[in-house]
């Protein structure tokens, strides 16, 4: 839809070991973010970034940083992981438009912390 | 500060019914909002959106929802369900100078054959 990959699909980890989750697009958007998907919360935003090296906090921040030292690449860390960031993670871009600024979704990167 | 609620969580119906699920928001600025569906196992999918104008949006698939502002609900509805609409349903409004979204908790629909 909008070039958007992310990596690791998939990963199992264990508690207090980094994680880095990668979001990379193709289309050179101004705005990205991250989100966590849980059942009963749909999606809540985590962090988000305005452009390059210019990043800001979202609803559930704790336990998370990012960085976005190219315009193309959006990084999600969790410095030591715990199991209750056992989420499914989203990344997101948004195109924008006159009247029609629209976030679309990467396919998501499912962590497992033991 | 928004929220988006969805007071449906789970909705099971046979295939042929009309579909309505609800959507109502708390927001100062300027309204935008958005439907998307996410199938099993999939990414999140745009619907439909609003930002102005006619309150009746014409999304993919054969859905519409409706702006009422007096209500403060963007109501999803679609005439006639089929088996390949089960999947989860989230309403999203948009504010803040980065567009960032604030969703509702989902509708999960299961459209029995």
């Known amino acids: 839809d909008a070039g958007i990959t992310q990596s690791p699909r998939h990963k199992v980890t264990e508690t207090g070991t980094p994680v880095t989750l990668r979001c990379h697009q193709t289309?050179?958007?101004?705005?990205m973010y991250w989100y966590r998907q849980d059942p009963g919360h749909g999606l809540r935003l985590i962090h988000y970034?305005?452009?390059?090296?210019?990043?800001d906090k979202g609803e559930v921040s704790d336990g998370y940083s990012v960085s976005r030292s190219k315009t193309e690449d959006f990084l999600l860390t969790l410095e030591s992981a715990t199991s209750s960031q056992t989420s499914v993670y989203f990344c997101?871009?948004?195109?924008?438009?006159?009247?029609?600024?629209?976030?679309?979704f990467g396919p998501g990167t499912r962590l497992t912390v033991l | 500060a928004q929220s988006v609620s969805q007071h449906n969580h789970h909705v099971i119906l046979s295939e042929a019914p009309s579909l309505e699920l609800g959507c109502n928001y708390s927001?100062?600025?300027?309204?935008?909002l958005f439907w998307y569906v996410q199938y099993p196992g999939q990414h999140l999918q745009l619907l439909l959106k609003?930002?102005?104008?006619?309150?009746l949006v014409k999304g993919i698939k054969g859905f519409e929802a409706e702006f009422i502002k007096s209500k403060f609900s963007f109501n999803l509805r679609k005439p006639s369900v089929q088996w390949s609409d089960t999947a989860e349903y989230f309403c999203a409004l948009v504010s803040g100078s980065a567009r960032q979204l604030t969703f509702g908790s989902g509708t999960q629909l299961t459209v029995l054959p």
């Open positions: 997101a871009i948004t195109k924008t438009g006159i009247h029609t600024d629209t976030q679309y």
């Open positions: 609003y930002f102005s104008g006619d309150p």
């Open positions: 289309e050179n958007h101004r705005y």
């Open positions: 927001y100062g600025g300027t309204v935008n």
């Open positions: 970034s305005y452009g390059v090296k210019d990043t």
